[in-house]
């Protein structure tokens, strides 16, 4: 499909050809497969093209620039996350409609897509499904509430955190970019060599997932070192390690996990580029290459992965649950244990990803059990959250919903965990559609659930309003019932013996059960249909929502301790930390919402446009890598180095907002919390919540009087 | 602005220099952390490249060997280079230390090691391209097998690094005489001086991995 061009073409455009872009493929062979490949290169094009105007006609760029894009305030780099998975799900969901359409009508028949095309379906689900919407969207719930919750001002490294973000973005863009311009992998999200090797992949699509991943691992890393840094480094005073919300646990685990798992997946990528670009031979055929150091290297990020995504979930499961059964969080020194017995062993098990490649009985027993060992702290944790919720004042809240179905739907994945952990049973169906639905059973409870549940309990923090529980409820009725429908299915189908990544089936017994899995992703799609409704109509509506005092459903961590939305400096005065669930405490001991003796001038970083240039110009590299136009390539590799060094020279780095502006803030913000009228639990659903709960004896002599 | 005394327990491990004040030990404290952090995490990379060249040495497809493309003189030289300009930094920290009186006399040597050293990377990095120009000459070029390939990207992966040393170098040389030893500027030499002294040890296990496995083979 690619050609390679000569002459000063190919020194000006590289391998970029007319036959790149899905619309000239589609013109040429008009086919329904080339046609759903331009339709989605068009979605694209004129999505961008819709938003560009509006936004100009808006005449939002100014404002989108100070306010966003050069933004270093965690919170906002955290909505910004957050936006950027919210997109990227909308794509992969979709691209997962088209997979089981294709697999539902392909049954002794061509079906909608070809198989190549069907082959980028999968790989770029999967690769944004990991890569580009669980990452960001859980670096996003952990960039927003982390500081809050330790009590700091913002993260430990700002300006990296800025990077960091537009590092992500410009991978997503790539992943874009390949939809209208050339195509995608067909080497699935793990792009295992040797069938990624030019060999046999001699397209641009493989080339499209190494940068893409790279980006994307590349910005992860500096997430890790920036969350760990700033929890070990920026907790409030008196904010001791065994204080901290189990979210900054498992944000902390995930941390580590990041650090030490994000450069085997640069090492191994950029491996396959050497490979592909300098003729290498890593994991070739001939030369002596092994495939299965890309293997193993592989899995030793790529299973630490799978409790990077899920962690962060756990944690919002912990603190939703505890904070609606309005109880302190039952074990939470074993929840802790737990959490980071997870973290260390998940650096033990990788080998389970490929217990047929050849490695013997022993060693696949040894990982086997090793793998089992995990589901020990698992089940610590499902007890505890059990336990939490019993004889509490639990509340059937969106966001608790979504924390008790994951719970019950994430021990029947971990079950068949458990025969997946089996060698023996591995063998059986390994390779098949069972393995599918387990990791769906895994990924969408245990971390899409979490996203959303955090999403949903935090959402009015960080906007100052209530999401619309009715379409919440809807919403969660469509994600709960979809899991079972979409995947539950594919057990039978795997055990049955069908062959994931399958672009036609050629046993008429599997119909009704694609039938029903493809039922059910559209039910899927409804969930995220009804949860862009629910943010429409919550948006619609929010002047009856507010909950500007900050705490409405009577949670615990200290980010419920200040307005919603919060000031830019989160704190008008760092908080003294005497206890765990530091504000639940203080409001039940008169220690909430009380003027500070004296304020002081708060220093924050300024804007900078350092981000969005690095994002751009890495973006930018990489597009001219994956198309071998060289002059891009190394003029915009310069660029960003040049940013980098231009801006250590910078040395007016801070602004200082005056003492006297965060005094008045505040003020503002407490006389609002003593004229409120708290509201008891039975009402936190209605309009009278206003972010202040019942339980809390405002104490007139220290308060405002 | 608190501006109390400096106790010695806010004071990381690595490079001491003079402190404003209490907050300036903290920020600089945390940001240097995050700097292990990162070489904890570089560290993985090379790791991983150790194993990998680990894997590769029977990989060699009937082309060079390890003993055939190693020769002792060279790294014994480029291995003098590395540890020197490691001990010229460590000079160079020294005079940065004066915690008392920081005068024109102190830069002065403070600048002279600092630019002895960036002179041995630089020599250190001519020393490495050579060596590789001889191997290519030998017909040792990284698409020729495996092995070639994993020695090349170990190697040159520490090279890479450097790379970037040696330019990061003098940008701060620079930065010193644009705006003295002010906060970012000594939060970056103890940054710079901690990467150079991990190329040293990661170089170090090169020595002992790489070059004397190949002089015993």
């Given at each position: 499909m690619i050609t390679e061009t000569h002459g000063i073409a190919h020194a000006l455009l590289g391998n970029l050809t007319w036959a790149a872009l899905p619309y000239v493929r589609a013109w040429r062979d008009p086919s329904l497969s080339e046609i759903i490949g331009a339709g989605a290169g068009s979605m694209v094009v004129l999505g961008a093209i819709a938003l560009f105007a509006l936004i100009t006609w808006l005449g939002k760029w100014r404002y989108l620039w100070t306010?966003?894009?050069?933004?270093?305030d965690h919170k906002k780099l955290g909505i910004m996350y957050v936006l950027l998975a919210g997109v990227m799900l909308t794509r992969a969901l979709i691209e997962a409609m088209l997979i089981r359409t294709q697999q539902a009508t392909a049954i002794n028949a061509p079906g909608l897509v070809e198989p190549g095309h069907f082959a980028q379906l999968f790989t770029t689900h999967g690769s944004i499904m990991v890569f580009f919407m669980a990452m960001p969207f859980l670096i996003g719930l952990i960039n927003y509430v982390v500081p809050l919750q330790i009590g700091a001002r913002d993260m430990a490294f700002p300006y990296l955190n800025s990077v960091g973000f537009w590092l992500t973005a410009a991978g997503s863009a790539l992943m874009m970019a390949s939809l209208t311009i050339g195509e995608f992998s067909t080497g699935g999200w793990s792009g295992y060599p040797p069938y990624t090797e030019l060999a046999y992949s001699g397209g641009v699509g493989p080339d499209y997932w190494i940068w893409a991943v790279s980006l994307s691992s590349l910005g992860s890393m500096t997430v890790g070192i920036n969350v760990a840094c700033t929890i070990f480094k920026f907790r409030a005073p008196g904010m001791g390690f065994m204080r901290m919300p189990l979210f900054c646990w498992t944000s902390l685990c995930t941390a580590i996990l990041m650090i030490f798992a994000m450069p085997p997946l640069t090492v191994v990528t950029l491996l396959l580029a050497g490979d592909r670009y300098l003729g290498m031979h890593f994991f070739t055929d001939g030369g002596g290459g092994n495939m299965m150091n890309y293997a193993n290297m592989f899995w030793l990020f790529g299973h630490p992965e799978v409790y990077i995504l899920i962690l962060p979930a756990f944690g919002v499961f912990s603190e939703v649950i505890s904070a609606f059964s309005s109880k302190?969080?039952?074990g939470y020194t074993s929840l802790v244990l737990a959490t980071t017995a997870i973290a260390v062993l998940s650096f033990t098990v990788w080998l389970h990803h490929f217990f047929t490649m050849g490695q013997g009985a022993d060693v696949n027993a040894a990982f086997g059990i090793a793998t089992m060992t995990i589901g020990i702290p698992t089940g610590v944790k499902i007890y505890d959250w059990i336990f939490t919720m019993f004889r509490g004042e639990v509340r059937f809240t969106p966001p608790m919903l979504f924390s008790i179905a994951f719970m019950m739907t994430f021990v029947i994945g971990g079950f068949t965990g458990i025969i997946l952990a089996t060698p023996p049973l591995d063998y059986m169906v390994h390779d098949t559609l069972f393995l599918v639905a387990h990791f769906h059973n895994m990924l969408i409870p245990g971390t899409l659930y979490g996203m959303i549940a955090g999403y949903m309990f935090w959402f009015p923090k960080a906007f100052g309003f209530r999401l619309n529980e009715r379409w919440g409820r809807i919403s969660f009725s469509c994600w709960a019932g979809g899991f079972f429908l979409a995947f539950f299915p594919l057990y039978v189908l795997g055990a049955a013996g069908m062959a994931r990544r399958t672009q036609e089936v050629f046993d008429p017994a599997f119909r009704p059960w694609l039938y029903i899995a493809l039922f059910g992703a559209l039910v899927l799609f409804a969930g995220l249909a009804s949860l862009f409704i629910q943010l429409y109509v919550s948006i619609r509506d929010r002047a009856e929502n507010m909950v500007p005092i900050g705490d409405p459903w009577d949670a615990r961590g200290l980010e419920w301790s200040v307005s919603a939305p919060p000031p830019e400096w989160n704190f008008a005065v760092i908080p003294h930390v005497g206890n765990r669930d530091a504000f639940y405490w203080r409001k039940r001991n008169h220690g909430a919402y009380v003027r500070a003796d004296q304020y002081k001038d708060i220093e924050l970083p300024k804007n900078l446009m350092c981000g969005p240039v690095i994002g751009v110009a890495a973006g930018l590299c990489c597009f001219g890598l994956i198309w071998h136009i060289w002059w891009i390539a190394s003029l915009f590799a310069a660029a960003s180095v040049l940013t980098v060094i231009a801006r250590?020279?910078?040395?007016?780095?801070t602004r200082t907002i005056p003492a006297a502006e965060v005094e008045a803030v505040d003020r503002r913000w407490l006389a609002g919390a003593h004229a409120s009228r708290p509201v008891p639990r039975q009402q936190e659903e209605t309009s009278l919540n206003q972010g202040l709960a019942e339980g809390f004896e405002p104490d007139r002599a220290h308060g405002l009087a | 602005m608190s501006s109390g005394p400096v106790s010695p327990a806010l004071r990381h491990a690595g490079l001491n220099l003079k402190y404003a004040s209490r907050e300036e030990a903290e920020q600089i404290e945390s940001d240097v952390f995050g700097f292990w952090v990162f070489l904890m995490s570089d560290a993985v990379i090379f790791a991983l490249l150790f194993a990998l060249f680990g894997t590769s040495l029977e990989a060699t497809v009937g082309g060079p060997t390890l003993a055939s493309v190693v020769k002792l003189a060279p790294a014994f030289i480029e291995t003098a280079l590395l540890l020197t300009s490691s001990f010229t930094f460590g000079m160079a920290s020294i005079e940065l230390k004066r915690t008392h009186k920081f005068t024109r006399r102190h830069r002065h040597r403070a600048v002279g090691w600092l630019l002895l050293t960036w002179a041995l990377g630089i020599a250190f990095l001519g020393m490495e391209a050579h060596d590789f120009v001889t191997m290519a000459g030998e017909g040792a070029v990284p698409d020729r097998s495996f092995f070639l390939s994993a020695y090349t990207v170990l190697i040159g992966t520490h090279g890479l690094h450097v790379l970037t040393a040696v330019i990061w170098l003098p940008i701060l040389l620079m930065q010193m005489y644009m705006f003295g030893l002010d906060r970012p500027l000594k939060v970056n030499l103890i940054r710079l001086s901690l990467f150079w002294h991990f190329l040293d040890i990661v170089w170090i296990a090169i020595f002992s991995i790489v070059f004397l496995q190949g002089a015993i083979r």
């Open positions: 306010e966003w894009f050069t933004t270093l302190e969080l039952y250590s020279f910078q040395r007016d780095t | -």
